[in-house]
């Protein structure tokens, strides 16, 4: 560093705008920004520039980058980190501006009425808005988003309240609609022309409605006959089990084509009917089936949260051996927490089932485990309305960029998003107040974030 | 019998895949035992290490296959470079995905989302750039068959795969047991924070694990082109099949992680002569679920720390 850099005579004095200021005030973590800017200028360019192929190897990474367009992204990465160095400096003064409106919004969210007027006019767009929609979207609302908030809310409870890492949660969402597959069939559908779904034939033929209840009780012996067991296996174990469980359900599926038609999968399950009302192709009418359906749940499971059980849970989460030596039957609240997550599951599945008609075992592979788990903590983990929102935004993501960029690309950013988005708001969208205060603590360097054992290599406790 | 048909053969070819799965595995466990996160990334360091290996080769190799001394040198450059790639991409993977929430003392399940994250980001960006078809790996040497033992043939593939696997692990497993760094990866994963009170400089160190089990991973990668293809999704199953290695022989234990792998393709490639291929993974999860209800922690039992 340059000799001559005395600290200025003002130095306790609030520095000037001027660049110069900058330049010499600038730290080892500024330099290090800087190398994570142009990392990210880089990233960026790769991401936005052209494709390569097998008989190209070289020509993506020559053509995004040894253009003239990567002086735009590294300027680009410049101003962003000379915006954040500025913001460093100055942040201070803006929050004291800003803080009458933070302590407004503190009230506001502390509030139970503000909150409650908050869900009932999300419940208001959710009613109001499908109608107007484009049939694409619609499509997407119901067989993706609708299912996939429902499953999130399930997973929420598995994850979020009691912290247990389930992989293979997707399983319960195959059990759940290979049984409605399978009672929808007709016992004696070679005779009397009937279209069974699946090459097996029920005792008896039930509408998918009425096979509602059954998949949730199926799904939840499932969830007790794979929890029992594996329970007792301490968070990555667990996760891992879960995983295989997952994977054997799906393949599974796939060969043992006497019983579910193999690849190719169930076809022809039909639409819900119900009290003399029939579904039909029509999403609308689907839409507010979900859409009941997820706010019954969601109401259920926010009382969950708020009883003994949700406490019980909360403390198995933090720390199992304190939870267990203060009474709590760990077991028995971790298996009903796995059954009721593996119940919702369950349930999207017959749903799933109902609308599309047609379901094959690609439908239920680990990566849709996977996303599941990351729309529950991207949301915030432990949060209902985080859950919600989790799910909502990151389907609603590559659908709307589907249109912008090669519709293969985008889980590229759908990556880079998940990363970015752990680096500066590890909590999530919504976190729950509880998760949102130990995470603080954690961050201040009192206690860890979970029981689940805080990473090593740094200083904690 | 269904396990005595072709007992040898079965057992050499999945020797061979098991020596692949154990250098996939010691990523995962390494990085267990330092930071006590699953890695869900590495699968895509071995995917780089192919790649890496893929461009070195076809820059060198012509259109005539190589043989004798120059097939070995080939394959030794592109172990190096499929390594050194591996290497880099772990390295960068742990500034990017790691680090920041480290510092941040994030929860643990953020580290999860943050690695599916990068895995998905690497997977995609590499079928951008190159493609997303399998591509063939330049024939290097003739595979035939080398030798036979109990009326088993061994090919090629299997000896290059077994020999340049066998270094490595005894190499590694003399640098975690002997040298310095091998002395703070042990450290850290014992108690991180009496290490870093004994002077270990523990961002250091888990960096430097990340780069050497990214090493082991880009071989590995290198390795598995060379027998089969290389492809942007070409980590995946072999990325979950030497997880489950790493948790068979117990995860963050590095000899558990060598057996885990042996064991799981060994156990794999005998199973599909008694069930149809198209369980074969039935039967590796299946293996799991087994073991671990009555070993909880795996057969060799956790810890980094204890294990060398």
Redesign the interface.
Known sequence: MNAYADPPPDGGATPGLSLRTLLDSLGDDDWRRLGGCM?AAVVVA??TGT?????H?TA??TG?LFKPRIVVFVLLGLALWLAMTFWRRYSDRVRTALAPVRTAKETVSGNQWARYSGYVAVLLVAILLPPQLSVFWQQVLVSEIGIYVLLTIGLNVV?GFAGL?DLGYIAFYAIGAYTAAYFTGFPDANRRGHISPLPAHPPFHLNPFFVLPIAVLVCLIAGLLLGA??L???G??L???T???G??VR??A??SESVTNGPRGAFGVPHFSAFGYHWTLDLMPYWYLLLGIIVIVFVLFRQLENSRVGRAWTAIREDEVAAAATGIPTLKYKLMAFAIGASTSGLAGVIFASQVGSFAPDNFR?INS?LV??YV??GG?GSLPGAVAGASILIWLPEALRDHV?P?????Y??????V???FR??GVFPSRRRAR??GL??A?SG???A?????????? | MCLTHNFWQLTISGLSDGFLYALIALGYTLV?G?????NFAHSEVFMAGGFGG??AI?AVVGDKTPHGITSVMFVLLGVVVGAIVGGAVAFVLER??YR???????????????A??????????A???????A?PMPDLYTNGTVFSIFGADVQTNYVVVAIAAAVMLVFLDRLVAKTRLGQGIRA??Q???TA?LMGVN??R??SQTFVIGGLLGGAAGFLFGLVFNVQNNMGFIPG?KA??AA?LGG?GNIRGAVLGGLLLGVVENLGVSCV?S??R??I???I??LV??FR??GLLGERLGRSA
């Open positions: 990392f790769l991401m494709s390569g192929n097998a008989q190897l993506g990474v995004s994850v890492l067991p594996t007792r296996l301490r990555d174990y996760a891992i089990v995983l295989g469980f994977e054997i393949i599974t796939n060969n680990l996977l788990l990351v903590i991207f983990m090669d293969q690309d985008r889980f590229v759908f990556g880079a998003l998940l990363v988005m752990m680096i590890p909590q130990e995470i954690a961050e360097g860890g974030a979970d689940m054992a805080a990473p090593g290599g740094v200083l904690q406790q | 267990y330092v930071l006590q996160l699953i893929l461009f076809q990017v995905a920041p929430l480290r510092r941040r003392h994030a929860p643990k399940l953020a580290f999860l989302i943050s599916i994250g990068a895995s998905l980001f690497l997977v995609n960006i079928g951008k750039e190159f493609g997303r078809q591509i850290v994963a108690d991180a924070d870093s523990i961002d160190v888990i979950v997880f489950t948790v995860i149809e198209a369980w993974d039935v590796a999860f299946g799991l679920v671990l209800l909880p922690t």
